[in-house]
């Protein structure tokens, strides 16, 4: 896999990026297979909503419009995190597109996003904190970061973070009467904040593996196994 030789140069092996022999691996990279179709799947919006080799099997389809996460698994969300797992970054004009993309539309558009931070803890919102925390794992995986709108989206997520370390849904909440948080959701924000590499966000990061390692030890052995 010419992503695992290159990623191996540089992070275990300590190759310097200027040289000719990294030159060359991230030209294997460039012309592999794999990115190749996901380049030659992208839309002239810097977006991506087509099936692919990476897509569950069967394919997910269109219904009911698209948006930077859905439909899950072939979107922008879901693309941008394997190609900054790949080296990729928004510095490559192709993935800055895609992030400008994602900023401009889905929950970017909320209006959660127009409130004081202060705020936003005490609104009842229709926003879904693990499928938000999709769209930031993807801005962080690929280091787009400093963008304003990026940076309000990380105190959306700090704001709804609970007591208990975690994340939930509202909507999800009161409808089984959770008195804790969700592990999915707690994942999801867990995630986008170690992307972010931001030491500002590292408590709550910290106190989010708690709530996770807490959850998984209320589980038997064969549940874990099984999951």
Not at 9 to 25: I, P, Y
Not at 110 to 127: G, V, Y
Request: proline share 5%; aromatic share 12%; with cysteine.
């Amino acid at each position: 896999s010419a992503p695992i030789r290159y990623l191996t140069h540089k992070h275990l092996l300590g190759t310097t990026g200027s040289m000719k022999a990294m030159r060359s691996l991230w030209c294997e990279v460039e012309t592999s297979p794999d990115v190749q179709e996901i380049f030659g799947k992208q839309e002239k919006d810097g977006s991506w909503h087509a099936g692919g080799s990476w897509a569950h099997n069967p394919s997910y389809t269109v219904k009911g419009g698209i948006d930077p996460f859905t439909p899950k698994y072939v979107t922008t969300a879901w693309i941008l995190p394997l190609l900054g797992e790949m080296g990729y970054c928004a510095t490559d004009k192709r993935i800055l597109k895609a992030c400008r993309y994602i900023v401009s539309n889905g929950y970017f558009l909320d209006p959660l996003f127009n409130k004081p931070t202060n705020e936003i803890s005490q609104i009842q919102t229709d926003l879904s904190p693990c499928r938000f925390a999709q769209y930031m794992i993807a801005l962080g995986a690929v280091n787009f970061v400093d963008d304003a709108r990026v940076e309000k989206g990380y105190e959306v997520l700090l704001s709804l973070q609970r007591d208990d370390g975690g994340w939930v849904f509202t909507r999800h909440s009161e409808q089984v009467g959770w008195t804790r948080s969700c592990p999915f959701s707690s994942y999801h924000a867990v995630m986008a904040l170690y992307y972010s590499k931001n030491p500002a966000y590292r408590d709550a990061l910290v106190r989010g593996v708690e709530f996770l390692l807490w959850h998984l030890s209320t589980k038997k052995e064969c549940n874990l196994q099984q999951f």
